[in-house]
């Protein structure tokens, strides 16, 4: 066994996201969920890990150390002695974090412990409308402080100039690798490089308009020690790891089992994109509201919840239902100045996980949960050590198969911005196609 690629994800769903990209290029990948220990072991028929913290929100001093874990597991702190050959640190494409981090302490952290003296930042994802023009990140034909990401209930961006962003978060200096360089190719994208390194620049944003420059960025870097950035990033470095003939050609990288059980989509994010999946599914399957003021008072919607569902199951057992704390960005904001931010999403991720454990151990086979911090609780509710990855339903989700009781679950983790509107429903559809 050959471990080429290690990964550090911020968060559940990205590091999904990550992973899928991995395997549609060819990598076979396991998603490891939390911080592992020196027991954890590394399968011995993979390519690529990629550990899944919830860093991207927690105190800068738990994401240091959780990342800091990860980090020496996959450099040879794990039970086989195995090193990757490269670290990714994966956060999202919209680059979204707080002024003070975590991006920029996390990715200072890493370089400091490998010794590094420079790395790239790459959120781009074309192929989901996330590009990089002059060092602004765009979200479609918007900035992204006109995105909707403005209104992000725990992480809202308001500046589109990601030098900016992350000059604020760290105290090394920050460059830009433009388009016009990126033009240029592979060698002229690894001399500018150089030469903003030799002039003390640590980070550098890097413009990516389309898939070729995500190419040309692999290229450059693909021998540095850490590379940072979106999972546009993952999707070509396979193609490089191929060319230095670290990776060989694999077809069945996306094979999984078959699982059995019922269908169900627990929603918590409340981005734009998931709303309307929402409001897509609910014209066409049942569905049931929890709101956090009313989990404030107790468990009874939790109940409630359980009922719904279990009653369209015993009517419909193969009829997909949805539970949902997606709302519309006002009564988000009424939600948390009543109960505060924490209070109000830590309200929504334990019903949801009590939903997740108890529904799954009642025979639930298939399960599609949106939102980063959503399928964090749910992942960390089943206790799940690792996922294999399979097929993409939507880009930056794909199926993934986990082991829960001695049975296969079949889960999909969304971040809240991705996905046709009609994710919910077409998931399910293709499950069959992508586990074969």
């Known amino acids: 066994m050959s471990l080429i690629l290690g990964a550090i994800a911020d968060d559940f769903t990205g590091a999904t996201d990550l992973a899928n990209n991995l395997v549609r290029s060819g990598m076979r990948t396991v998603q490891v969920l939390g911080a592992p220990d020196a027991d954890t072991p590394v399968p011995d028929d993979v390519d690529a890990v990629v550990v899944a913290l919830k860093s991207r929100t927690c105190p800068v001093d738990e994401a240091l150390a959780d990342s800091l874990a990860a980090l020496d597991w996959l450099k040879g702190g794990n039970r086989h002695g195995e090193a990757a050959r490269q670290i990714f640190f994966k956060y999202c494409s919209t680059f979204d974090s707080t002024d003070a981090g975590n991006i920029g302490p996390v990715a200072d952290a890493l370089l400091d412990r490998l010794g590094g003296a420079q790395t790239v930042m790459v959120p781009s994802f074309p192929t989901t409308g996330r590009t990089v023009y002059q060092g602004h990140l765009f979200v479609g034909d918007r900035l992204l402080n006109d995105s909707g990401m403005q209104d992000h209930p725990l992480n809202p961006m308001h500046d589109a100039d990601l030098v900016r962003v992350l000059a ?19 060698a002229q994208a690894q001399e500018h490089l150089h030469r ?14 389309n898939d070729d420059d995500l190419e040309v960025l692999a290229g450059a870097c693909v021998e540095l020690e850490l590379v940072t950035g979106g999972s546009g990033l993952g999707q070509a470095l396979p193609g490089e790891y191929r060319r230095l003939g670290w990776l060989e050609p694999n077809a069945d990288a996306a094979r999984l089992e078959v699982a059995e059980g019922g269908p169900l989509v627990l929603s918590g994010s409340c981005s734009r994109a998931t709303l309307a ?4 599914f609910l014209e066409r399957h049942p569905g049931v509201a929890l709101d956090p003021l009313e989990l404030a008072d107790g468990d009874a919607p939790i109940e409630a919840a359980l009922a719904f569902v279990r009653q369209h199951r015993e009517d ?10 997606s709302a519309a960005p006002q009564r988000v904001q009424a939600a948390q100045q009543r109960l505060g931010v924490a209070r ?44 294999r990855i399979g097929g993409q339903i939507d ?12 049975r296969i679950l079949s889960l999909a983790l969304k971040s809240g911005n991705f996905g046709g509107v009609d994710i919910f429903t077409r998931g399910f559809d293709v499950l069959a196609e992508v586990a074969p």
């Open 168 to 186: 604020r978060q760290t105290p090394h200096q920050v460059g830009l690798l433009d388009d016009r360089v990126i033009r240029g190719g592979v």
């Open 196 to 209: 903003l390194g030799a002039d003390g620049v640590r980070h550098v944003i890097c413009d990516t308009l």
């Open 277 to 280: 999946q929402v409001e897509h």
């Open 316 to 325: 419909t057992p193969d009829e997909p239902v949805l539970v949902y704390a």
């Open 344 to 387: 109000a999403g830590e309200l929504v991720e334990r019903a949801m996980a009590i939903l997740a454990t108890t529904l799954v151990g009642e025979g639930i086979g298939r399960l599609l949960v949106a939102g980063g911090e959503t399928s964090g609780a749910v992942v960390s509710a089943l206790d799940l050590g690792q996922l």
């Open 395 to 406: 880009a930056g989700v794909p199926w993934t198969q986990a082991r829960v009781e001695g």
